[in-house]
């Protein structure tokens, strides 16, 4: 940020826009960056994911030549980083929630941006308190459903848990790497995962079918990690095996078409300095979900 008074500044809001299209009170989208990283177990970065996504975008062409409409029309306001301040994790969480919950409560469609998984939880208590009965669609190479990892329970390995402990249903989506507890679990409690494997096999039937099984209101987590680490190696744990571009942007389509979002968030991008192609992947896709909710709220 420019502090030089006799400077003007440049925006680092998302997608560059001028105030007229970013300030608080007309946008109909807020942007939350949580560089939040406490619990990660292979690679470190989490922390640089919302700058890098934000400078990313700053640089993507605001039509949408697959809606064809600018989406950034709606309204697409920054906020400043947010960071918990508690070193507790439920307390942390609690303070995110709130945060969180404000926006909810002010009627934004709220993105927020990681950081590491784990602080999916707070946004997603925010959206059951605001909305009682959502779904959680779940975008993810991992299934992260283990009951605590590496002492906490709240690690980005069990943030799915901690979702399903309160008693929502989810629709996990890609997911190649779990757990013999893990896989235990889901089977148990019914999730219905489409795996990594059936991500190419995927048919609009089926998935409408998941869709509908869901209730009318979603919460949607997306873990960059989801793709194929081809298209984006910028993430702490990749998996071989993921989501191609094209096909995943149809699924997201689908689910902004018909169910009503409520908020999302895009997590675990670990920029890779001078090989930026993952930030703009990540920029790119959030874009692409801000336009199919545009589509949907403009229709
Ligand atoms: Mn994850």
Partial sequence: MCQNPG??????????LPDVQSAYATSRIVVLPVPFERTVSYGRGTAGGPAAILRASQSMELYDEELRFEPAGIGIATLPPFLPEAFDLAAAMDELETECRRHLEAGKFLLTLGGEHSLTIAPVR???????DIGV?????????????????????AVMRR????????????????????????????????????????????FDRLLAALPEKVYLTFDIDYFDPSLVPATGTPEPGGGAWYPTLRLLSRIFETKQVVAMDLVE????????SSDFVAAKLAYKCLGYFARRSLA
């Fill in 163 to 206: 979702v399903a402990d309160e008693g929502l249903p989810t629709l996990p989506i890609g997911i190649r790497s779990l757990s013999a507890p893990e896989a235990e679990f889901a089977h148990e409690a019914g999730v219905p995962i489409v795996w990594g494997h059936e991500l190419a096999e995927l048919d609009d039937e089926r």
């Fill in 269 to 276: 991008l670990a920029p890779i300095g001078g090989q930026p």
């Fill in 137 to 157: 669609i779940q975008f993810d190479a991992h299934a992260d459903l283990r009951d605590e990892f590496e002492g906490t329970i709240y690690s980005h390995a």
């Fill in 126 to 132: 925010a959206a059951k308190r605001v909305h009682a």
């Fill in 7 to 16: 400077m003007p500044s440049l925006p680092v809001n998302f997608g560059l």
